[in-house]
């Protein structure tokens, strides 16, 4: 993000109205599922992830992993630790749960806060809207990637054709077993656009817009892996589905005085 356009989201923060969306959005949907919590943290960010983890319901499980050193206030839910790749890290934390454990599955970074809703918030409408897959919206501070991850006004959430891999994302128990374990032995990018194809087998993508993120960190502010080339990687995806524009679309938007969700 450029600093024109942080400046330029930052303006559009002031202006805007409030929202009565996310109370809406609690009102209707009611209580969170079931659901597991895997986040791959670093020491630093500690507080962070102490948020995160509250913002929770409060039976959910936790498998953390610190990359470094294990932060005292996160011991307890602590189950490995070392440098690593996210991939393979999560599917670590994926293969401690108990084998009888069927809820839903919550992907996690560490650097982002909830700045409307919560992660209880974003269950209970991933699981109320019947979402395979889903991740809160961006809020207009976040470093976001893409615009169509934007969050929008008086919104509940949209169907599209993309849920991104981080810094959270949401996999319902009827589709874990097409997504996890994680098919890759990096970071994620790419498999994003691969479950784009889960929708053909009827998967419902979605975007919670009642439940906003700021992500704190551009991911080009991380020099453990090489971005030009997943970039790169990235761009013979979009071409091979008509190019950026048509790879990511919004499909239906479920607006708050609405009794279900449109179909398109």
């Not at 969170?32 to 913002?55: C, D, E, K, Q, W």
């Not at 996160?74 to 790749?85: A, M, S």
């Not at 999560?90 to 809820?103: E, R, V």
């Not at 589905?241 to 990511?248: C, H, I, K, S, T």
């Amino acid at each position: 993000m450029t600093n024109l356009e942080a400046e330029w989201w930052r303006a559009m923060a002031a202006l805007e109205p409030w929202d009565p969306t996310p109370l809406l959005a609690r009102w209707r949907f009611g209580k969170s599922p079931t659901a597991a919590g895997l986040l791959v943290y670093r020491h630093r960010n500690a507080a962070l992830v102490a948020g995160i983890r509250a913002s929770g319901p409060p039976d959910m499980v936790w498998r953390l992993w610190a990359l470094d050193e294990i932060h005292p206030e996160l011991e307890t839910w602590t189950v490995g630790q070392g440098p690593g790749r996210r991939s393979p890290l999560l599917n670590k934390l994926y293969a401690s749960l108990p084998a009888t454990f069927d809820g839903h599955v919550v992907l996690s970074d560490d650097d982002y806060v909830f700045t409307r809703g919560e992660l209880a918030n974003l269950l209970a409408v991933a699981a109320g809207a019947d979402l395979g897959l889903a991740q809160p919206a961006h809020d207009r501070l976040s470093q976001w990637s893409h615009w169509l991850t934007a969050g929008r006004r008086l919104s509940l959430l949209r169907l599209t054709t993309f849920v991104e891999i981080g810094p959270v994302v949401v996999v319902s128990p009827s589709w874990r077993h097409r997504v996890l374990p994680l098919a890759d032995d990096g970071m994620g990018w790419g498999l994003d656009l691969r479950w784009q194809s889960l929708r053909q087998e009827g998967c419902r993508l979605g975007i919670v817009d009642s439940c906003l993120i700021r992500h704190l960190h551009p991911v080009e502010g991380n020099a453990s892996y090489d971005v030009v080339a997943l970039r790169d990687e990235m761009e013979e995806f979009y071409e091979a589905r008509g190019g950026y524009l048509n790879a990511l679309q919004t499909l239906a938007t479920w607006r708050p005085w609405q009794r279900r969700l449109p179909q398109r």
